[in-house]
């Protein structure tokens, strides 16, 4: 069974950033194919990847769901919706040389995400056995871990940035793991964008306050928000890039 590797944290952390380096190193050091679940509504790890992605699991699922009343969406006859969806579902796969991307994408007009929520989860759960890697990003906050989307996870990554609200964040998402008895093999915070790549001590001693280990510590790099500002990927960053190798560093003590 593959290994499932869930990044959380709130919003704004740069948890994306992180996870499209952590899938990059994966591929580098031989692990793939790596399955890259973009399990946010709002879906950008594409563009930290590089990548177009195809048709996403929200899309699909609003093609189905107007199939009917719509003349541009068709079911096959003699099939009915749910089968037609279950036929459809490798389709919201983009292949890469050395991973695959599934993007949740968002439902369109009202109502909640459950049911596209629910389309990560069966997905996720029908791919394990394929890949030996699958990295989830998830959404700012703890809805998916509330929902129990990904229960099988091995190793939770939190992320925040240096602000005693990013850890404390990332400390009710700990204790929500606890309590909903997920017990991944391995939880631990990554602090990302620290100036000069250190802690200072009102940051460390919240990080204590919430029970959180510390798995490292990633510096700011203006790079990094040059290269958002300038449309380039992340991932590619040149490899002697402070956050590529504070990363790096952090991910060989991780053992992945």
Same mark, same amino acid.
């Given at each position: 069974?593959?290994?499932?590797? &869930?990044?959380?944290?709130?919003?704004?952390?740069?948890?994306?950033?992180?996870?499209?380096?952590?899938?990059?190193?994966?591929?580098?050091?031989?692990?793939?194919?790596?399955?890259?679940? =973009? *399990?946010?509504?709002?879906?950008? !790890?594409? %563009?930290?990847?590089?990548?177009?992605?195809?048709?996403?699991?929200?899309?699909?699922?609003? @093609?189905? @769901?107007?199939?009917?009343? =719509?003349?541009?969406?068709?079911?096959?006859?003699? #099939?009915?919706? &749910?089968?037609?969806?279950?036929?459809?579902?490798?389709?919201?796969?983009?292949?890469?040389?050395?991973? /695959?991307?599934?993007?949740?994408?968002?439902?369109?007009?009202?109502?909640?995400?459950?049911?596209?929520?629910?389309?990560?989860?069966?997905?996720?759960?029908?791919?394990?056995?394929?890949?030996?890697?699958?990295? +989830?990003?998830?959404?700012?906050?703890?809805?998916?871990?509330?929902?129990? #989307?990904? $229960?099988?996870? %091995?190793?939770?990554?939190?992320?925040? /940035?240096?602000?005693?609200?990013?850890?404390?964040?990332?400390?009710?998402? *700990?204790?929500?793991?606890? @309590? !909903?008895?997920?017990? $991944?093999?391995?939880?631990?915070?990554? +602090?990302?964008? *620290? $100036?000069?790549?250190?802690?200072?001590?009102?940051?460390?001693?919240?990080?204590?306050?919430?029970? !959180?280990?510390?798995?490292? +510590?990633?510096?700011?790099? =203006?790079?990094?928000?040059?290269?958002?500002? /300038?449309?380039?990927?992340?991932?590619?960053?040149?490899? =002697?890039? $402070?956050?590529?190798? &504070? !990363?790096?560093?952090?991910?060989?003590?991780?053992?992945?």
């Amino acid at each position: 069974m593959g290994h499932i590797i &869930a990044v959380s944290g709130k919003g704004g952390v740069g948890k994306t950033t992180l996870c499209g380096l952590l899938i990059q190193y994966l591929c580098d050091t031989g692990k793939k194919p790596v399955l890259a679940v =973009d *399990a946010d509504a709002n879906s950008n !790890l594409n %563009e930290v990847l590089g990548v177009e992605p195809g048709i996403t699991l929200g899309e699909l699922r609003e @093609e189905i @769901e107007r199939a009917g009343s =719509d003349p541009k969406y068709k079911i096959p006859a003699g #099939i009915t919706k &749910a089968e037609y969806l279950e036929s459809r579902m490798m389709d919201a796969v983009a292949e890469e040389d050395d991973y /695959d991307l599934m993007v949740m994408g968002r439902s369109q007009g009202q109502g909640c995400y459950c049911f596209v929520n629910g389309l990560v989860q069966t997905q996720v759960q029908k791919l394990q056995s394929h890949y030996p890697y699958i990295v +989830v990003d998830n959404e700012a906050g703890m809805e998916h871990i509330s929902r129990g #989307i990904l $229960p099988a996870m %091995e190793v939770a990554i939190l992320v925040s /940035d240096c602000s005693r609200r990013g850890v404390q964040a990332a400390g009710r998402i *700990a204790r929500l793991m606890e @309590e !909903l008895k997920l017990h $991944p093999k391995k939880t631990g915070l990554i +602090v990302n964008r *620290a $100036p000069h790549g250190k802690l200072d001590q009102g940051t460390l001693e919240e990080i204590k306050n919430q029970g !959180l280990e510390l798995l490292g +510590v990633v510096p700011h790099d =203006d790079m990094v928000y040059q290269y958002d500002c /300038d449309g380039k990927p992340t991932v590619q960053l040149p490899k =002697d890039s $402070p956050v590529r190798m &504070a !990363l790096k560093e952090i991910i060989e003590k991780l053992g992945l």
